[in-house]
């Protein structure tokens, strides 16, 4: 299954050398052997397919199948866990305005690049997302550790759990508690209508959210009101003023994020809080990629994708007066 995960991470085909470097960086102790002996296995069950001793071998349909349904009870909790290693990993300093952020990840037609960030560009400009950056990768260059495809692009937006590797830089501990639906009203937020917990779901809540066409991001940027990605997330009350500190210089950084704070140990939009926190509401930063589906657009979004260098990442302004339409 390490195997079959890697692969599907790095986009493409992959032999056993760049397996092993990969599956090694989450702690796997394997051997050049031991993969080449697992790989023989997975071409005979049909899972993986091999393609020549340069490229190595791909994922088969059947292997993509294999992945997306095996082990679930094993992987329940696993959004959560990727959260805190990907948090743990980051290397971003609020005070330096640098180092490596969660991305999120769309792969698009690269002949749809203007049109797409035509369709993006009211979610920026009316704050829905995650800060006002965004990568854009061409094929043959890899995004988050991802390879783009030949005739793709990638479009890359700061993913809202930039925020807990953050705060947690600054030894402040944040809980992720759910990813849902948030009803906007004239600008601001109302109430959650759909909630998913992540410490009990295989998959990202906001991922599965926007697949599902649940919501109105596009309606939400144009009139004020509507259904976008959100999260609820808790801190502890001991560190809110720090809190929002590093709020406002993430804000002068492009990473403003920050839908509501609550009151300490007071319930925020109705969902309540363990003694000595407060809650917080992060926007999703999928909601760019929430546009795209909503009109109608051929995407593939994979949120937490991996990590990114800031640098990587522009003003969108700036991207889309490169790629005017």
């Known amino acids: 299954m390490a195997i079959l995960q890697a692969l599907h991470e790095l986009g493409g085909p992959a032999g056993a050398a760049r397996l092993l470097q990969h599956i090694s960086t989450d702690g796997a102790p394997l051997q050049p052997r031991t993969i080449r002996h697992y790989l023989l296995q997975l071409d005979r069950e049909g899972l993986t397919r091999f ?34 290693a990907l948090g743990y990993r980051m290397t971003y300093r609020s005070g330096a305005g ?25 979610i920026f400009t009316s704050h829905l997302c995650m800060g006002s950056k965004l990568a854009v990768v061409r094929a043959g260059r890899q995004l988050g550790g991802l390879a783009v495809p030949p005739g793709m692009v990638a479009l890359g937006t700061v993913c809202s759990m930039t925020v807990n ?5 600054e030894r402040i501990p944040v809980t992720s508690r759910f990813g849902g639906l948030l009803e906007m009203r004239d600008g601001k937020p109302v109430r959650f209508l759909e909630l998913l917990e992540y410490r009990g779901t295989t998959i990202d809540p906001l991922e599965f959210f926007i697949n599902a066409k649940m919501t109105t991001v596009r309606d939400c940027a144009r009139t004020g009101s509507g259904i976008i990605g959100a999260s609820f997330r ?44 407060t809650g917080m509401i992060v926007v999703g ?17 994979q949120s937490l994708a991996g990590l990114e260098d800031f640098s990587s990442f522009l003003p969108f302004y700036v991207v889309r007066d490169r790629f005017p339409a």
């Open 51 to 84: 393609i020549n001793r340069r490229r190595g071998r791909e994922l088969t349909p059947r292997g993509r199948d294999e992945l997306a349904h095996a082990n679930i009870i094993e992987r329940v909790g696993f959004v959560a866990a990727k959260i805190d």
């Open 98 to 122: 640098a180092g490596t952020i969660i991305t999120n990840i769309a792969f698009i037609k690269e002949s749809f690049l203007a049109r797409a960030l035509e369709y993006m560009k009211p």
């Open 165 to 169: 590797g953050i705060l947690l830089a």
């Open 234 to 277: 808790e801190i502890p009350t001991v560190a809110l003023e720090e809190v929002q500190n590093i709020v406002r210089q993430m804000e002068r950084q492009g990473l403003a994020s920050i839908l509501a704070i609550g009151r300490p140990n007071q319930p925020l939009l109705h969902i309540p809080v363990a003694e000595g926190r």
């Open 285 to 301: 930063g999928m909601n760019p990629f929430a546009a795209l589906h909503e009109a109608g657009a051929q995407v593939q979004i």
